[in-house]
Nanobody, 123 residues
Framework: QVQLVESGGEKVQPGGSLRLSCAAS????????MGWYRQAPGKQRQLVAT???????NYADSVKGRFTISRDNAKNTVYLQMNSLKPEDTAVYYC?????????????????WGQGTQVTVSS
């Protein structure tokens, strides 16, 4: 069973930094696409950053140059380093994988989400 558990969200002042973690089980992050999404109150969930099995990364325009997605293969964990945070970054951040992943049970086309972690940027 694929499980994603996020942590690291908290309240921070504008200009501050946070690192979110996504601990995965049931999959190997180094061979599967992983991503971070966020959802602000009253808005749709939006893509923040993705990392492919080959290590290629992609970012939303609004976070380019400020956020960095990475993974630690030994810990089977994906990170989102967020710098120069702005009030508009306030949202619940979700870890995601799916749509074509390799699991111990075989190829899986389901989408999997973590429970989310709240990031609040406010003075």
């Amino acid at each position: 069973q694929v499980q994603l558990v996020e942590s690291g969200g908290e309240k921070v002042q504008p200009g501050g930094s946070l690192r979110l973690s996504c601990a995965a089980s049931g999959i190997i992050v180094s061979i599967n696409p992983m991503g971070w999404y966020r959802q602000a109150p009253g808005k749709q969930r939006q893509l923040v950053a993705t990392i492919t099995s080959g290590g290629s990364t992609n970012y939303a325009d609004s976070v380019k140059g400020r956020f960095t997605i990475s993974r630690d293969n030994a810990k089977n964990t994906v990170y989102l380093q967020m710098n120069s945070l702005k009030p508009e970054d306030t949202a619940v951040y979700y870890c995601h994988t799916g749509g074509g992943i390799v699991t111990p049970r075989g190829f899986d086309t389901n989408n999997y989400w973590g429970q989310g972690t709240q990031v609040t940027v406010s003075s």
